[in-house]
């Protein structure tokens, strides 16, 4: 059982992507925005958030949760594509992509692998 904070501005999706991981086993938090999700008690194992969010970014958020907890796990969710990323010089390892809509079984395929996974900083 893993900690997972999931943030997302759209209610359905966010209520959607939290049953589909405490259904597999997992403990969430739910959190509308960005400065919602930095007052939620962690630590969290995983961070599963949308990208594009007013007020703070799913980008933002993972680094500013990161300062606290440097072992945090992320994934992002997006209905844009990867090209966000690539003008990002570092990445983590943890960090992995989906596009919107996700289904639940890759979303758990997803998060189990996520959580099996060592973190390791690498450079593109």
Not at 34 to 44: I, N, R, S, V, W
Not at 79 to 103: C, I, N, Y
Not at 107 to 119: G, Q
């Amino acid at each position: 059982m893993a900690r997972i904070l999931v943030v997302d501005d759209e209610s359905s999706f966010r209520m959607f992507t939290a049953l589909v991981l405490d259904l597999i086993g997992h403990q969430t938090t739910q959190a509308a925005s960005g400065p919602e999700a930095l007052e939620a008690p962690g630590p969290f194992d995983l961070l599963l958030t949308d990208l594009m969010m007013p007020v703070m970014m799913g980008d933002e958020l993972a680094q500013r949760m990161r300062q606290r907890d440097p072992a945090v796990k992320v994934v992002y969710l997006t209905g844009h594509a990867e090209e966000w990323f690539k003008d990002k010089g570092m990445r983590l390892a943890g960090d992995t992509v989906l596009q919107k809509p996700v289904s639940p079984e890759l979303l758990e395929d997803t998060v189990s692998h996520l959580l099996s996974v060592p973190l390791r900083r690498h450079f593109t």
